[in-house]
């Protein structure tokens, strides 16, 4: 199976800090193929890049960095999950090309007409 990433567009704020990253992952697997989209908020703090100096593969190593995710359950415990958007949509679009893989139905040639 074979990835393609691609940035889509971004946000910037007024300073030129890209905020936000919309971007889809394409899978590839012989003549089948599934794609995802997605959006990232991103909170780049003291790594800044000029906004020209930029590249894809820049944004998109952002975008790939784990993100924290913490909130206070009922019980006012702190509670939080790590996402990795490059391995959970890598996922996504393996299991939907497994899915069409599966369904793919054959017409053999009967056995006693050959």
Do not use: H
């Not at 012989?30 to 820049?58: C, H, I, K, M, P």
């Not at 996922?91 to 069409?100: A, K, L, N, P």
Request: aromatic share 8%; hydrophobic share 40%; charged share 25%.
């Amino acid at each position: 199976m074979e990835f393609k990433w691609t940035v889509n567009k971004v946000q910037v704020a007024q300073d030129n800090l890209v905020i936000k990253v919309d971007l889809t992952v394409t899978g590839t697997a012989g003549d089948n193929s599934a794609s995802a989209s997605y959006t990232r908020n991103l909170n780049r703090g003291d790594s800044f890049v000029s906004f020209d100096q930029l590249t894809e593969q820049q944004v998109l190593d952002w975008c790939f960095e784990p993100e924290v995710i913490t909130w206070k359950d009922p019980d006012s415990v702190e509670q939080s999950i790590t996402k990795y958007l490059k391995n959970a949509g890598e996922e996504q679009v393996t299991s939907q090309i497994e899915r069409q893989l599966a369904a793919k139905i054959s017409e053999p040639a009967l056995p006693w007409a050959v």
